[in-house]
């Protein structure tokens, strides 16, 4: 015998024996369907949760803020060295080229005027990169050059926010606004960056990039600051490549530490949040996970008890087919192909019924669903291996039949 | 004549020690090839046991059986599964065809292990089918057919590998006597075409027809001539 014609004899069997087939496969069709429904519903999430860092400026972002060391007591010379400056900034750069992208920043808060309305805001200086380094788009107008920085001119480029806020349904572009009393004009608007995780969510985590206001770094140094400090809050910067992560994050911390004599700042890093992350989602992942195998495990008790409850209904069969010249290796094999046949269908049905529930636990969360190969994968492996341990002892039980015994059983 | 089976002092023991009980207590038997053998005696005087043992279906406590000259005591399990496809048919009283399989899927199931492809399989089936006079029924279920033709369709499934030997444990128990003895004029036939048949049967009328009978009585064979006390 041919494993196609062993395949043939198992579907027949299951084709005979219908309504035991269904109950025997109703645990792996629940068991296939939750773990189905977990690999889907992360799917659906990590697919979300990409997508979310895809429009924010991908995975490699990475930032320096100051955070100075509180109960150190430093001298006057120490002090002069800490804190973030621009010369930090420029030695990144010249140092290595892990980051493909470093934009300085300080944030302040300052009055703004526009008109009649005045209000206290924070005002962000950028370097023109922070553009592509955030993928930010323009609503209209321009954002700032490097001819900006160059001239240190006195342009300022409007969330669409914080554009609504000061001029109200009007085009800002060409106006002018007054920040902490000197005179800036509106030379952008950038378009509104929205982003809800969930449908039905009111926060949206881009709204920050709608509430800045943005003005060229070296404008910023000569209007608001005293010659010569060049201090800043914090360094943006831009990973190469995920493959020089460790190495680049090691270095920036080992330069800046000895650029300033002590650890008196803080990382931020996207990439390390991820992979954090990503072990935490597993942790859930694997809970989840556990309860399907449970059920699959359950599903293959089932399947031996209904194989092994039948087994003295069919103990004359296989008389007959050892009469008739079956070995035990070609019952055992019979048998346990039925039991993998049988599984693997239970398999199929569960993958539909797993899609159906990761379609309709999405759509309470209001989520869009993503299906991946996995699925279709993990469903019909797992399965095939339940029918395969389960089905090993009824086939080696029925394989040992004595014919004799089988013959005369009534 | 050639010789196809040799038995020589077999015995067969069930159980052991003080509950042992012994079935076969030394036969010497030997069968022809075209022989047309009844094997006769009482319940349990041991004649499904020697029946059995000829069948490949059990095996010996002690004694030597040679099928074909080869000594069938040291066969492996798989080489007696084998030698039972190739060489032996069965019928039973109770017909045993598998209740959900056609009468087709029946008879070509001792090819199916004989491993025929399925073409060829499905050929000689309907041939062998044709032979008992059930090729329209082919199709059909054991449960829809009558108590004959269920027979007639184990007589197709014994007969459809070309077996060295048929043999038949009651094969009219289960029938009327007109059916039965369709079936026995159906052996009739087969002995003709030179077929080995051994039929074991504690009916007179049927042990009359074949060219030989053997008394079997407590588990030993009576010298012929001799009444068996049933």
């Known amino acids: 015998m041919n494993p196609a014609q062993f395949l043939r004899e198992g579907f027949v069997e299951i084709r005979e024996h219908l309504g035991r087939t269904v109950l025997q496969t109703l645990g792996v069709i629940l068991g296939v369907a939750s773990v189905v429904a977990t690999l889907g519903m992360t799917a659906s999430m990590d697919a979300r949760r990409d997508q979310y860092f895809r429009e924010s400026g991908g995975t490699l972002l990475m930032g320096v803020y100051n955070q100075p060391p509180g109960e150190l007591e430093l001298t006057a010379r120490q002090r002069a060295k800490t804190g973030l400056k621009l010369e930090d900034a420029a030695a990144i ?123 060229p770094i070296t404008s910023y140094m000569k209007r608001h600051q005293e010659p010569g400090a060049e201090r800043i809050d914090e360094l943006n910067l831009r990973l190469r490549s995920p493959e020089v992560h460790k190495e680049s994050r090691d270095a920036l911390e080992q330069l800046l530490r000895s650029r300033h004599g002590i650890e008196d700042f803080g990382v931020w890093d996207r990439k390390e949040r991820i992979d954090q992350g990503e072990s935490e989602g597993k942790i859930y992942n694997i809970t989840f996970l556990a309860c399907g195998i449970i059920s699959l495990l359950v599903g293959g008790i089932v399947i031996t008890n209904i194989m092994l409850a039948s087994f003295t209904e069919r103990m004359r069969e296989v008389g007959v087919r050892k009469a008739l010249g079956a070995t035990g290796w070609q019952v055992f094999v019979q048998f346990l192909i039925e039991a993998i046949v049988v599984t693997v269908l239970g398999g199929a049905v569960g993958l539909a019924l797993g899609i159906v529930f990761t379609w309709g636990i999405m759509n309470v969360m209001q989520m869009d669903m993503t299906l991946t190969p996995l699925m279709v994968m993990v469903a019909v492996l797992s399965a095939a291996v339940v029918g395969f341990f389960f089905g090993l002892y009824p086939a080696v039980r029925a394989s040992r039949l004595d014919p004799v015994v089988a013959l005369r059983y009534e | 004549m050639k010789t196809l089976m040799q038995l020589e002092g077999i015995t067969k023991v069930y159980g052991e020690g003080d509950l042992s009980v012994e079935a076969l207590r030394g036969v010497n038997l030997e069968v022809g090839v075209g022989d047309y053998l009844a094997v006769m005696g009482p319940s349990g005087s041991g004649k499904s046991t020697l029946m059995h043992i000829l069948g490949l279906l059990d095996s010996p406590t002690a004694g030597s059986y040679l099928l074909d000259g080869e000594e069938v005591a040291s066969f492996s399990r798989r080489k007696l599964a084998h030698l039972r496809n190739q060489k032996i048919g069965f019928i039973f009283q109770n017909f045993n065809l598998l209740p959900k399989a056609s009468l087709l899927r029946n008879v070509e199931l001792p090819l199916l292990y004989g491993g025929m492809g399925r073409k060829e399989r499905r050929q000689l089936a309907y041939e062998a089918l044709a032979k008992v006079g059930l090729a329209d029924r082919a199709r059909h279920r054991p449960n829809e057919l009558s108590g004959g033709e269920r027979q007639r369709g184990a007589i197709a499934r014994a007969l459809v590998g070309r077996p060295a030997v048929i043999m038949a444990d009651e094969p009219t128990g289960n029938l009327d006597q007109q059916t039965g003895i369709e079936i026995l004029e159906l052996f009739d036939e087969l002995r003709a075409g030179g077929q080995t048949l051994i039929i074991v049967t504690h009916d007179p009328s049927i042990a009359a027809r074949a060219r030989e009978t053997i008394r079997i009585v407590d588990g030993l064979i009576l010298p012929n001539g001799q009444k068996a006390a049933a």
């Open chain 1, 93 to 215: 750069r010249d140092t290595f080229d892990g980051f493909d992208l470093v934009v300085a920043e300080i944030n302040r808060n300052h009055m703004v005027r526009a008109g009649a309305t005045g209000e206290s805001y924070r005002i962000t200086a950028f370097e023109p990169e922070f553009k592509e380094m955030r993928n930010l788009h323009m609503g209209s107008g321009r954002y700032i050059t490097a001819h900006d920085m160059e001239t240190a001119a006195a342009v300022v480029v409007l969330g669409s926010t914080r554009a609504r806020e000061l001029f109200g349904t009007a085009d800002p572009v060409g106006k002018a606004v007054n920040i902490d009393g000197r005179a800036y004009t509106v030379v952008g608007v950038t378009k509104e960056m929205v982003f809800y995780f969930q449908r039905s969510d009111t926060y949206n985590p881009h709204e920050w990039l709608n509430r800045l206001i943005v003005v």
